[in-house]
């Protein structure tokens, strides 16, 4: 129904920056949360940022606010975060998700769809 695709992981060192991508595919939406989740290992999944697909309205956790930037391009379906100042803790497993239909994307049980994932690692 919806296959989402991240892309732009990579190796950084502390301080510097990288934009994530994330297209969606499959179906037609005009109102759903297309969020980011992050997983460090041996940690839980967490919520780094989401966008409002309608209106572009965002919101971060407290970790990152400031420092990433959610954005959209809707022609293209697709979802960026733009990650400055990253620190060592900011390496993770960064996933794209969809909440369809929903109010709300800020906890891992509410997308609908997930990506595969993409690698950010922070070096010290």
């Known amino acids: 129904q919806v296959q989402l695709v991240e892309s732009g992981g990579g190796l950084v060192q502390a301080g510097g920056s990288l934009r994530l991508s994330c297209a969606a595919s499959g179906r037609a939406f005009t109102y759903t949360l297309l969020g980011w989740f992050r997983q460090a290992p041996r940690k839980e999944r967490e919520f780094v940022a989401v966008?409002?697909?309608?209106?572009?309205?965002?919101y971060y956790t407290d970790s990152v606010r400031g420092r990433f930037t959610i954005s959209r391009d809707n022609a293209k379906n697709t979802v960026f975060l733009q990650m400055n100042t990253l620190k060592p803790e900011d390496t993770a497993v960064y996933y794209c998700?969809?909440?369809?239909?929903?109010?709300?994307?800020?906890?891992?049980?509410?997308?609908?769809?997930w990506g595969q994932g993409t690698q950010v690692t922070v070096s010290s």
């Open positions: 966008i409002n697909w309608r209106n572009g309205d965002t």
């Open positions: 998700a969809l909440c369809l239909d929903s109010w709300s994307c800020n906890t891992p049980t509410e997308p609908t769809y």
